[in-house]
């Protein structure tokens, strides 16, 4: 069963940093595009950050500038850097994988891990 282990999150104040991996647990035969997602009630999820398995990046545009994602693949894992962080980047942060396991494969989402920013 392929799982993704989301870590970091919490508290932060305004104009703080934030630090979220994301680590692919079990057996895959193969890892394409991995990165973050975030989510507020009410409104449709949005791209924080995605890197491809080549090494293409592409951030969201409420985050350009302030943010970077890296990946590891020998370990499975996706990070993300951002800061300056204000109170509208206060959501549920989801980490997505493109996974192949070889006998099945598509988009995998960790559970979430919320992200409040306030002082």
């Known amino acids: 069963q392929v799982q993704l282990v989301e870590s970091g999150g919490g508290l932060v104040q305004p104009g703080g940093s934030l630090h979220l991996s994301c680590t692919v647990a079990g057996t895959i035969s193969r890892l394409y595009g991995m990165g973050w997602y975030r989510q507020v009630p009410e409104r449709q999820r949005e791209l924080v950050a995605w890197i491809t398995h080549t090494g293409v990046i592409k951030y969201g545009d409420s985050v350009q500038g302030r943010t970077i994602i890296s990946r590891d693949d020998a370990k499975k894992m996706v990070s993300v850097q951002m800061d300056s962080l204000q109170l509208e980047d206060t959501a549920v942060y989801y980490c997505?994988?493109?996974?192949?396991?070889?006998?099945?494969?598509?988009?995998?989402w960790g559970q979430g891990t919320q992200v409040t920013v306030s002082s």
């Open positions: 997505k994988a493109v996974i192949s396991t070889g006998s099945d494969g598509g988009d995998y």
